[in-house]
């Protein structure tokens, strides 16, 4: 029987002077090694765009019906990969589903988060969670806000990245 599948994100630039995306550089890398999962769905390079990136993630969701939807974005200022415990709209609240605390398990260089910005990335958190929970699915959404790639972070970066795709995929609770 095949796996479900997962929908893996990542989003282009935004600023002049940025070369690239980390979130992009870290999928483009795993992608690379070979590192993810056989049934990873990778929708990269979305727009930095309040209604272009949700639109196409959730048409994603609805073509594919992943159980695992991972949302990558990237946050300069951060030294660590940054699971995003919730996203907020005005007064309101969506928090994840998953466990946080397993999924960091047999990491390093990661660590909880609950302030996933007020930027696109919180505006396409908020935007998938509010479906799923509409909609009825199943699915589990988290954001995870990756800091920019150097040559000293990145195995450890990528290494972390691995180890939750290793938590998400062996532990059924998370």
């Not at 709209?89 to 047999?106: K, V």
């Not at 959404?141 to 990245?161: M, R, W, Y």
């Amino acid at each position: 029987m095949a796996q479900s599948p997962w929908l893996i994100t990542s989003f282009q630039t935004w600023l002049p002077h940025q070369k690239s995306n980390a979130s992009d550089d870290l999928l483009a890398l795993l992608i690379e090694q070979r590192q993810l999962p056989p049934q990873a769905i990778c929708l990269r390079q979305l727009p930095v765009d309040f209604d272009l990136a949700p639109q196409r993630v959730i048409g994603a969701i609805e073509q594919h019906r992943p159980r695992q939807i991972l949302l990558c974005g990237m946050a300069e200022g951060r030294s660590h990969l940054s699971l995003e415990a919730q996203a907020s709209q005005g007064g309101s609240r969506l928090a994840t589903g998953f466990h946080l605390p397993q999924l960091l398990a047999g990491t390093e260089c990661s660590e909880i988060s609950f302030d996933a910005g007020n930027f696109v990335c919180n505006a396409l958190y908020y935007r998938v969670l509010q479906w799923l929970l509409l909609h009825r699915q199943l699915a589990k959404a988290l954001f995870i806000h990756v800091p920019v790639l150097t040559l000293e972070n990145q195995g450890k970066i990528a290494a972390d990245f691995c180890q939750i795709l290793h938590n998400l995929e062996h532990d059924r609770q998370v």
